[in-house]
């Protein structure tokens, strides 16, 4: 006949093991607790620490294996294999995956950081250019003002003048497509939380 005493150990068992399935899984406590049907995470977690009970309920148990994808006999502490697989090579295994996950994305945001100090170099030198095409454009128009007859007496008036116009088109041109791809990032970046591309 089960004791009270063997009642508690076998409930602070499956807690525990419940427990590390949860974190084998690398899920939090909310996230499991609406997978296994409760309401908020506040029941879980007494089970898990064996608090406010002396029994658990079959069906978490079911359920629990399911979710976790481990063996009823892992969370009654029969075994030490996670669904069939010693429990040690699991816990590798997912140690593994999480930590080529993170070097993965470290590598990502490296690049994306060198990428996006590379177009602040180009913005700035967009800046340079468009300002410099204005300053060419101010130039002429003083020049036109001096020189009345410039566009009739001087050779290759009418060549400079459509230059610098097509600069000028160019350079407008260049400061919408910049704006518009600094629009994207902006969107881009409420999108993806981690990254800060404004």
């Known amino acids: 006949m089960t004791t009270t005493k063997e009642q508690a150990a076998l409930v602070r068992t499956i807690g525990e093991r419940l427990r590390m399935a949860r974190e084998l899984c690398n899920m939090s406590q909310s996230v499991a607790a609406k997978r296994l049907g409760y309401a908020n995470p ?16 079959l069906w978490l148990i079911a359920k629990a294996a399911r979710v976790y994808g481990v ?16 429990l040690s090579k699991s816990r590798e295994t997912n140690e ?3 930590e080529t996950w993170e070097k993965q994305r470290a590598r990502d945001m490296e690049t994306l950081r060198v990428f996006h100090a590379r177009m602040d170099a180009i913005a700035t030198n967009e800046e340079l250019t468009c ?23 001087m050779r290759g008036s009418a060549r400079l003048t459509h230059a610098i116009k097509r600069a000028e088109e160019a350079a407008d041109h260049a400061r ?21 591309l404004d």
């Open 96 to 98: 593994w995956l999480l």
């Open 131 to 153: 300002a410099s095409i204005n300053n060419i454009t101010e130039a002429l128009t003083s020049f036109r003002s001096l020189n009345p007859s410039f566009e009739s007496d």
């Open 42 to 57: 506040s029941k879980l977690s007494k089970v898990e620490r064996a608090t406010d009970t002396l029994s658990v309920p």
């Open 71 to 86: 063996s009823a006999d892992f969370l009654f502490g029969i075994t030490d294999s996670w669904d069939g697989s010693p």
């Open 176 to 196: 919408a497509e910049f704006r518009r791809y600094r629009f994207e990032c902006v969107k881009a970046a409420q999108k993806t939380p981690q990254l800060d």
